[in-house]
């Protein structure tokens, strides 16, 4: 076990303590513990969360490297083989005792002991994972350790080039590392397995294998880089929503208030170059297209096409929550239920019922989902200023905040004698196929979630929705929709992230990482 300095010499585990609080005895044994029951090793105490980000960046670059040198300038599948060494780096802290009176709602430990986790692509996560590291240090004392895990990195995550290259030379891809299901699940989201019992607890939700496989998903599915992604996300499920979106960022960006616009195919605009965009065109061939207006510091808007349906709801989400975005905000239509609703008027869901079954495993229908009263208030505060014109009382009719039940099938009006029963008990408002969707995963996996619902149809009324009615209605509310809930993520940004991440998505027995 060495520690590498600054000046290109070596440190041992002992002399670099010395450089922390930590003293050498208690260092050691930290690294002892680490070691035998994580299996890892060249394991080092950090001085600071700064030190421990730039180390995981710097373990992670050198072994990727490797990996994609070995295979630029093997000629030999053995040659290869020998290469075949790069790990995943580990990232450990120990927290000797915990702070009572700690409100924060992330970045907290509830007991004291040892937690660890294999991480990938700290380039990507450093501003989180320097803002998690920090605020444990400075709120639990805790001891940041690092060091190479034993779970080789699959070559299947590394750049698309190398894969290309893999793929080109027969017999190599078989005897390389792959990714195993074994390491790409949900077991910590889900609440599985007995943490108490282990000797290190997990530090975040997901393994290294987990982020990596979803980094790789959100490309596929969105057509752009994970790099571009920002960390307040609006679904919808219309191209009409897209348009709007791009309009909006043409003045935006114009009014200096964002940085740049990013397409599908990874094409980057700014203002100067926006006329050049081929939104629509470049959209082809992604299943759930994602649109970026990016900021410096990732807390920018970034919009995806999910489509319609549960399922790719859950899709998008399982994926997106590998990056820990500070808000998810679904924009859709809705059926109205009351016959005092109107076409155009909006619902704000404040409860679920969940009738779409594709999260019923992971998340037992038992498990009621809250609403999160941050979300609830900017999207009131938005819609407040663009409904100017009414009074109170209108107002009040026209944005209503209630129960909504999402289904997982379109043609639900077929059943409405099997529905109209449990739709009058609950109170519901509005009849939806992803809201209760978004918020169940959300809440699943501890990250701010809301929903303003637009009424498309009264199919209970009479006013189903068909051709000539959709039209006229999206030509109507389609732009206010949007507007409202633009409006609704900028007013989100503008408050403290402490603020924004509800104790509400922590439970007793809770990762310290959000």
Request: aromatic share 8%; proline share 4%; charged share 20%.
């Amino acid at each position: 076990m060495r520690k590498e300095v600054n000046g290109g010499g070596w440190l041992s585990p002992e002399d670099a303590s010395f450089s922390t609080s930590v003293c050498p005895s208690r260092a050691e044994f930290i690294l002892q513990h680490f070691s035998y029951h994580a299996e890892c090793h060249e394991l080092v105490v950090c001085a600071s969360a700064q030190e421990a980000v730039l180390r995981l960046e710097s373990l992670y670059q050198a072994h990727t490297e490797d990996l994609e040198e070995a295979l630029r300038c093997s000629q030999v599948l053995e040659q290869v083989l020998t290469y075949q060494r790069g790990t995943y780096p580990y990232l450990g802290i120990f927290v000797e005792n915990i702070v009572p009176k700690c409100q924060n709602a992330h970045a907290m430990v509830s007991k004291p002991g040892f937690y660890g986790m294999t991480l990938t692509r700290p380039d990507l996560f450093s501003d989180y994972l320097l803002e998690q590291l920090q605020s444990l240090v400075d709120h639990a004392g805790a001891v940041l350790v690092i060091g190479k895990s034993k779970r080789l990195i699959p070559i299947s995550f590394l750049q698309e080039k190398t894969l290309l290259r893999i793929q080109a030379a027969s017999g190599l891809q078989s005897l390389l590392t792959l990714p195993s299901l074994q390491d790409i699940d949900d077991a910590i989201a889900n609440g599985l397995g007995d943490w108490e019992a282990s000797p290190i607890r997990p530090l975040s939700l997901f393994s290294a294998e987990r982020v990596d496989y979803s980094l790789a998903r959100l490309k596929h599915y969105c057509g752009t880089s994970v790099e571009h992604f920002q960390n307040f996300v609006l679904m919808t499920n219309y191209q009409r929503y897209v348009d709007g979106f791009f309009h909006y960022a043409q003045h935006a960006l114009a009014n200096g208030h964002y940085s740049e616009w990013v397409e599908p195919m990874d094409k980057s605009m700014t203002a100067e170059t926006l006329e050049h965009s081929y939104a629509r065109e470049s959209a082809e061939g992604f299943q759930m297209p994602a649109y970026h207006l990016k900021l410096p510091d990732k807390n920018g808007i970034t919009l995806i096409n999910v489509g319609v349906g549960p399922s790719n709801m859950k899709t998008m989400t399982d994926h997106l929550a590998v990056l820990r975005p500070h808000c998810w905000l679904m924009l859709g239509h809705c059926a109205g239920l009351l016959h005092t609703q109107r076409l155009g008027d909006y619902v704000l869901a404040n409860g679920y019922m969940r009738d779409d079954h594709v999260l019923d495993e992971e998340l037992p229908l038992s498990i009621p989902i809250p609403p999160m009263a941050e979300i609830q208030q900017a999207l009131v505060e938005a819609a407040g200023e663009f409904m100017v014109d009414l009074d109170e009382l209108e107002m009040r009719r026209c944005l209503r905040s209630g129960t909504v039940l999402s289904t997982g099938n379109r043609n639900w009006e077929l059943r409405i004698r099997e529905l109209s029963r449990i739709l009058n008990l609950s109170r519901a408002l509005a009849v939806d196929m992803e809201s209760a969707t978004l918020a169940a995963n959300a809440f699943r996996f501890s990250i701010p979630y809301g929903a303003l619902l637009c009424v498309s149809d009264r199919p209970l009324h009479g006013e189903l929705k068909l051709h000539g009615q959709a039209r006229s209605f999206y030509q109507q509310r389609v732009q206010q929709h949007l507007s409202i809930g633009l409006r609704a993520l900028e007013i989100l940004r503008s408050k403290t992230m402490m603020s924004l991440h509800s104790r509400k998505l922590r439970g007793f027995q809770r990762t310290p990482f959000r």
